[in-house]
């Protein structure tokens, strides 16, 4: 069965400092990954994905076939990166989303 | 301005009432989801649409029920057979061909409280 795990609830992280959230996916076919974000009062945004292999806002995640991830990376984390962020996996047309992971990044 | 509405924000239910939310959209998207977001739970699907008049269930339709009788709209009800219908709700909407570039674009969620 197709399904996304993202492993932590709660990352906490100082300004500057590096982040890695982390997603793995179980997908019998060739996977099409992506990351949402939600910001504070604000609505769920796609924020990157993977077929692209770009960067945006500094974020970059890279597909690992052997290990089944798409973790999440940035190297020097803001205040302002504070959100929740989800993973999600595209299955017959429809996304199928982790449990997602806060992430708080204090001064 | 294009984009996807859900109304109301807030929406307060007594027990053994059906309620109705909102989803409407002017992007001209063919496909239409309903998600549910829980703490610690994520979004799961309830039901989604990808032609009008067509819908299939999700992983946790039971207790809802929807109609896709226009492409620019999807309300969801949520019936008294729904045994925990307190959370978030969300609708997304996408385009079949460019799902694997866009991705789906979401509401901005209805806060259903059962009284």
């Known amino acids: 069965a197709q399904r996304v795990t993202q492993p932590e609830k709660l990352l906490s992280v100082f300004k500057g400092a590096p982040v890695e959230l982390k997603c793995n996916y179980s997908?019998?076919?060739?996977?099409?990954l992506f990351w949402y974000v939600q910001y504070s009062r604000q609505r769920l945004q796609l924020l990157l994905r993977?077929?692209s292999r770009e960067s945006i806002k500094g974020f970059t995640a890279d597909l690992n076939k052997g290990e089944t991830s798409f973790h999440l990376k940035k190297p020097f984390a803001q205040e302002e990166d504070s959100a929740m962020y989800y993973c999600a996996l595209l299955s017959f047309q429809k996304l199928v989303f982790g449990t997602g992971t806060r992430l708080l990044v204090s001064p | 301005d294009g984009g996807i509405t859900q109304s109301p924000k807030y929406l307060f239910r007594k027990e053994g009432q059906n309620v109705t939310l909102s989803c409407e959209q002017n992007?001209?998207?063919?496909?239409m989801y309903w998600y549910r977001q829980d703490p610690g739970q994520g979004l799961r699907l309830i039901y989604y649409?990808?032609?009008?008049?067509?819908?299939q269930k999700g992983d946790i339709a039971e207790g809802y029920s929807v109609s896709r009788e226009k492409k620019e709209s999807f309300p969801l009800t949520v019936t008294s057979a729904q045994k925990n219908p307190t959370a978030f709700y969300l609708c997304?909407?996408?385009?079949?061909?460019?799902?694997?570039?866009?991705?789906?674009?979401f509401g901005s969620g209805t806060r259903l409280t059962v009284v």
């Open positions: 992007l001209n998207h063919d496909a």
């Open positions: 997908y019998s076919g060739s996977p099409e």
């Open positions: 997304a909407s996408s385009t079949l061909t460019g799902i694997k570039t866009y991705g789906y674009t």
């Open positions: 649409s990808q032609i009008v008049n067509d819908f």
């Open positions: 993977h077929i």
